[in-house]
């Protein structure tokens, strides 16, 4: 079982930034692709960003690259989502996510996922 944590989060002005953080417990943090996701009101929850095991690879929607950037420490046990130039449509609610080595889903889908944190509100004001 893995319990993950998320932190961060808050109001921000438009061009903003803000770094949510994940903590992770209870497996081997190394051994987990982790990712991003988030839900804004009367919306399903979408893919923001998914980074693997080494960190090596990460991938991202459309809408945020160039403004996003995952990142992790396997020493601390953290994702990081580090989010520049928000905008109003980024209000959300994040989730952090992880799953095991042996995944067979989408890495682009919330089914692909195992684990999730209770979420953190992010709120752009314009």
């Known amino acids: 079982q893995v319990q993950l944590v998320e932190s961060g989060g808050g109001l921000v002005q438009v061009g903003g930034s803000l770094r949510l953080s994940c903590a992770a417990s209870g497996r081997t943090f190394s051994s987990l692709r982790m990712g991003w996701f988030r839900q804004a009101p009367g919306k399903e929850r979408e893919f923001v960003t998914t980074i693997n095991r080494s960190g090596g690879s990460t991938y991202y929607v459309d809408s945020v690259k160039g403004r996003f950037t995952i990142s992790r420490d396997n020493a601390k046990n953290t994702v990081y989502l580090q989010m520049n130039s928000l905008k109003p449509e980024d209000t959300a609610v994040y989730y952090c996510?992880?799953?095991?080595?042996?995944?067979?889903?989408?890495?682009?889908?919330?089914?692909?996922?195992?684990?999730w944190g209770q979420g953190t509100q992010v709120t752009v004001s314009s």
């Open positions: 996510a992880a799953v095991g080595p042996d995944y067979s889903g989408s890495i682009y889908h919330p089914r692909g996922y195992d684990y």
